[in-house]
């Protein structure tokens, strides 16, 4: 055992290979029509989602593809900026301005996003723990916290 735990953590690819992917996945969306970028997500297995919010500074509607996993009638993603410090733009925006617009395997919806607190964060954090085993180590890398973010069902509001 070593008294580095930088030395145990889980490899992590070069910042540029992740924004890459990022680019790719996008890509694949935009190009298919959503037909192979998304995935519905399982028991211990984390699904893809696309989720437009609206930027915090240009108002514009800004889309990303995030993982899910669902719980009940919500979804649960997780603030983490590719395992990178900081908070990723998605959630400055959605901290901005909760509502979003979802796409994922499973429909459409109209959402108000959250941060999960307490035993909720706990339960929702033990829950993703069984996707990926690392993800304790590769949430240790970070000097800030991982936030919990869930993805609540809104209703359309009558004009």
């Given at each position: ?25 996008r890509g694949i ?54 395992w990178g ?75």
């Amino acid at each position: 055992m070593t008294d580095n735990p930088q030395s145990t953590a889980p490899w992590l690819p070069p910042r540029w290979v992740i924004r890459t992917a990022w680019a790719v996945h996008r890509g694949i969306y935009r190009v298919t029509g959503g037909r192979f970028a998304l995935q519905r997500a399982k028991p211990q297995k984390w699904g893809t989602m696309r989720v437009t919010v609206t930027g915090r500074k240009s108002g514009r509607e800004r889309p990303v593809i995030l993982a899910y996993i669902e719980d009940g009638p919500n979804l649960s993603t997780l603030a983490m900026n590719g395992w990178g410090e900081g908070d990723p733009a998605w959630w400055l925006n959605l901290k901005a301005n909760p509502d979003a617009h979802v796409v994922w395997p499973g429909g459409e919806r109209l959402v108000r996003a959250r941060v999960a607190e307490g035993a909720e964060r706990e339960r929702l954090w033990a829950l993703w723990r069984t996707t990926n085993k690392d993800l304790d180590a590769f949430a240790s890398n970070r000097t800030t916290p991982t936030e919990v973010v869930i993805l609540e069902p809104r209703a359309i509001s009558a004009a």
